[in-house]
């Protein structure tokens, strides 16, 4: 519990600077008990990755390709520490989920890896950056392979990115390459500071990596997913290959930010420099993300990205000017108890989403701020504000 005290201990010392403020404090009392009890579970050590031999009948596998930034434990490892490496280093790991898996959702292993009950690794080896492209860019049903490309967030282990990755590949049912990009999260509550200087010293690779994978002649869309800090970690990438003059790789993006950890006035810079993006960028919204609560407390009250308000018409102004679509998420259930992963239950929609976007239904791919309906799978207009619909459509 001392990691916790140290992470208490400077909202302590805000409360106090802020005297007596009961609403405040009953605000911040639920995330505040929720990040608590986060950290009195069990974690995933490296163990959970050990091979688990054949899966049963019905078990479905999905292969997972690695780019990290991670320390391999030893030269042409495929364990990795949370060592920050100046390199990236590439893995392979095929990952098999138990015949009764519900979609939206990691059977995770307790502690010991089992096939028959939990998400488990059946085969994996070490690839050097020629494999790893080779792997990538392979042709799947006849035609370019489509690469989904997922950057984890805060607190966050390896092992714990590796089988989210596969869940969310599994239930969206990808046909093409899905990679998942692991920078060093110290993989701890009391990590935040630390955390937001790993991903910071990862933005050179990420943007290398996709100018890489751009120019791989076999490879189609590549739909870049952030979540949490993983998104300021995608902002950045963008902004930087915009900077460089990247515009051929940023021409082949689909962006999704999922209830990103970024300051509102900071992704606004952010998104001057990047400019507008086709297919817009999608940025994953929850009001009521208890994660957020608190990181916007840390800020000191600055709002972040993934809380916004899509009634707000300043969000919805915002929204055009830079050509995003922001959506809110709310009304989908999420695996934890803070309302941080919402986005994962998309995955399972994902073909219905895409059908209808190629189509042009579902209101997808336009500019505004929606609100998801999860009955219909559409999006629609959030609120009547002064008698003016303020989404869009």
């Not at 001392?2 to 609403?23: I, M, Q, T």
């Not at 390459?177 to 990420?206: C, H, M, N």
């Not at 895409?354 to 629609?380: H, I, K, M, P, R």
Request: glycine share 8%; proline share 6%.
């Amino acid at each position: 519990m001392v990691g916790l005290c140290e992470l208490f201990a400077p909202l302590s010392r805000s409360a106090a600077r802020l005297g007596a403020d009961c609403r405040l404090a009953a605000r911040l009392a639920i995330p505040l008990l929720a990040l608590a009890l986060a950290g009195c579970a069990a974690r995933l050590g490296p163990d959970a990755l050990a091979d688990a031999g054949d899966p049963p009948p019905g078990a479905q596998q999905v292969t997972i390709y690695v780019a990290t930034t991670r320390k391999p434990a030893a030269p042409d490892a495929d364990v990795f520490t949370n060592g920050r490496s100046s390199s990236l280093s590439y893995a392979e790991f095929t990952v098999s989920l138990p015949p009764g898996h519900q979609s939206g959702k990691v059977e995770w292993p307790n502690p010991t890896p089992d096939p028959n009950s939990t998400f488990a690794v059946v085969r994996q080896r070490p690839l050097d950056e020629a494999a790893f492209l080779a792997e990538v860019a392979r042709q799947r049903n006849g035609g370019p392979s489509n690469v989904g490309l997922f950057v984890h967030g805060y607190n966050t282990n390896f092992q714990e990115a590796l089988f989210r990755m596969a869940q969310m590949a599994a239930d969206a049912h990808a046909d093409g390459a899905p990679i998942l990009f692991a920078w060093p999260s110290e993989g701890t509550l009391k990590g935040y500071v630390a955390d937001k200087d790993a991903v910071t010293s990862s933005r050179d690779q990420l943007a290398a990596l996709l100018t890489t994978l751009a120019k791989q002649r076999d490879v189609g869309r590549i739909t870049l997913i952030g979540h949490s800090m993983g998104g300021w970690l995608t902002a950045e990438a963008l902004r930087q290959l915009r900077l460089t003059k990247q515009d051929a790789t940023i021409r082949r993006l689909h962006v999704v930010l999922a209830a990103p950890d970024i300051d509102a006035d900071v992704f606004r810079q952010q998104l001057e420099v990047i400019g507008p993006l086709s297919p817009p960028m999608v940025v994953l919204v929850s009001r009521d993300d208890m994660a957020l609560s608190v990181s916007r407390f840390l800020a000191d009250q600055h709002v972040r990205v993934g809380a916004l308000d899509v009634s707000d018409p300043r969000v919805q102004a915002a929204a055009h000017k830079y050509n995003v679509e922001v959506v809110d998420i709310s009304k989908l259930e999420g695996s934890d108890a803070l309302g941080h992963d919402r986005f994962v239950s998309l995955a399972a929609l994902y073909p219905k989403l895409s059908s209808e976007a190629a189509n042009g239904q579902g209101g997808l791919g336009q500019a505004g701020a929606f609100v998801f309906d999860t009955v219909g799978t559409t999006l629609s207009s959030p609120f009547l504000l002064a008698g003016k619909a303020i989404g869009g459509q």
